[in-house]
């Protein structure tokens, strides 16, 4: 399968621990995505990657979170610290460069439980 | 700022008969439109886009969508629905400048009945 991949598919966590959640794009897709999904609502932008560089951070990405893209291969989202109110599912999309198409393909996401 | 509504929260249909999930945008400069489906327990699926061009786009498993820039709109269509339709369906925007980030609706529960 050469879509996108998540790993892991579900963790559940303790209030105050740190998450690390990994996406592997689509080869050679330049640009990375990462999303927020709680239910009941569409996706909510989190971070853009173009390559190795973070272009773009929302403010949903409070100082608890971090990602990383290094050599702008595969991408890292870490939470420290979490709460409850980061239970939801992560989805990570990747997309070609511009000149060749606009859309971004997904993950099929990490569900995050926070007890 | 760009946004979508999706006025609409669950479309129930019976299958064989045609299916209007809605859509309208907000968006500053001009709008680059997509449709996703989602499926329980799997990721998003890129259903068709409206880029430029023609107002009529198709896209995959026979599903189609209009581009009205007057009404601002963007609504999901299939002739004639079939069960396996039956899923999560979002609109999503972005302006093609600065920010590359989709806004996504708040989706649209499809219930098609045999």
């Known amino acids: 399968d050469t879509g996108v991949s998540q790993d892991p598919r579900h963790k559940i966590t303790k209030r105050g621990q740190n998450v690390t959640f990994r996406c592997d794009p689509i080869?050679?897709?330049?640009?990375l995505y990462w999303y927020r999904q709680t239910l009941g609502q569409g996706p909510e932008f989190l971070t853009y990657?173009?390559?190795?560089?973070?272009?773009?951070k929302s403010r949903l990405l409070s100082d608890r979170f971090s990602a990383e893209r290094p050599k702008g291969s595969f991408s890292t989202l870490e939470i420290q610290r979490t709460e409850q109110g980061d239970s939801a599912m992560y989805l990570c999309?990747?997309?070609?460069?511009?000149?060749?198409?606009?859309?971004?393909?997904f993950g099929p996401g990490t569900r995050l439980t926070v007890t | 700022a760009q946004s979508v509504a999706q006025p609409e929260d669950q479309v129930n249909v019976a299958e064989g008969n045609p299916l209007t999930v809605k859509c309208t945008y907000s968006?500053?400069?001009?709008?680059?439109l997509f449709w996703y489906v989602q499926y329980p327990n799997r990721g998003l699926q890129f259903l068709l886009k409206?880029?430029?061009?023609?107002?009529l786009v198709k896209g995959s498993y026979g599903f189609e969508a209009e581009f009205n820039k007057s009404q601002t709109s963007f609504h999901l269509k299939k002739p004639s629905a079939l069960v396996s339709d039956s899923a999560l369906y979002f609109c999503?925007?972005?302006?093609?400048?600065?920010?590359?980030?989709?806004?996504f609706g708040k989706g649209t529960s499809l219930l098609v009945t045999p």
């Open positions: 409206y880029i430029t061009g023609d107002n």
């Open positions: 999503a925007v972005n302006n093609g400048n600065s920010g590359y980030a989709l806004n």
């Open positions: 999309a990747s997309s070609p460069p511009r000149d060749r198409g606009y859309e971004q393909y």
């Open positions: 080869s050679e897709h330049n640009r």
């Open positions: 968006v500053s400069g001009n709008p680059y």
């Open positions: 990657f173009q390559n190795e560089a973070q272009l773009e």
